[in-house]
């Protein structure tokens, strides 16, 4: 029998792989930061409000924090075991 909390990880694995992978927050980040203009004339009329956001820019930053810490320590685990 499947669990409710096994659903909910299948279901938010790709959100969660995407918010912490810097390939992709690190992009959005940079577009927000100094391609605001730009990233509004693409973005839908209702998204375009978020652009200029400091809670949006904020978060970024702390997933892209993440994701880099979270990089390190799997690259520092890897190294500790293959020794």
Known sequence: MVSFADTLQVLTAPINLALFDP??????????????????????VRLQQYVSSPALIKTLKAFLALSVVR??????SDLALNN
């Open 71 to 76: 990089g390190l320590s799997s690259k520092i």
């Open 23 to 44: 390939k992709v927050t690190a992009p959005l980040l940079i577009a927000l930061l100094y391609y605001p203009d730009k990233l509004r004339s693409i973005l839908p």
